[in-house]
């Protein structure tokens, strides 16, 4: 049974910074391409960022480029996504998928979310 389970959500102050992981069990991690999209109150669904089996591209939304990271560890099936300067426009569920949900590429599974509230 494939699994994507999210951690590190929370609450910050705008400019403050959190880790979000993402575990994977169930399917060959190596294999798939792992991301990120994140869904606001009211608002549609965003992706957020992805990163490839190899780990050497990672694709990110203008919104976050610059502030987030995004980084895969195959050895542990996990993926990090560290954002920095968080903004309260950044204030969403975010959900860790398999695939990558941005641009033409697909996903297929993803976890129950995280909850991120960022403060003025």
């Known amino acids: 049974e494939v699994q994507l389970v999210e951690s590190g959500g929370g609450s910050v102050q705008a400019g403050g910074s959190l880790r979000l992981s993402c575990a994977a069990s169930?399917?060959?991690?190596?294999?798939?391409?792992i991301g990120w999209f994140r869904q606001a109150p009211g608002k549609e669904r965003e992706g957020v960022s992805c990163?490839?089996?190899?780990?050497?591209?990672?694709y990110y939304a203008d919104s976050v480029k610059g502030r987030f990271t995004l980084s895969r560890y195959n050895a542990k099936n996990t993926v990090y996504l560290q954002m920095n300067n968080l903004k309260v426009e950044d204030t969403a569920v975010y959900y860790c998928?398999?695939?990558?949900?941005?641009?033409?590429?697909?996903?297929?599974?993803w976890g129950v979310g995280t909850q991120v509230t960022v403060s003025s």
């Open positions: 990163i490839f089996s190899s780990g050497a591209a990672a």
């Open positions: 169930g399917f060959t991690f190596d294999d798939y391409a």
């Open positions: 998928a398999r695939g990558c949900p941005m641009g033409s590429y697909g996903m297929d599974y």
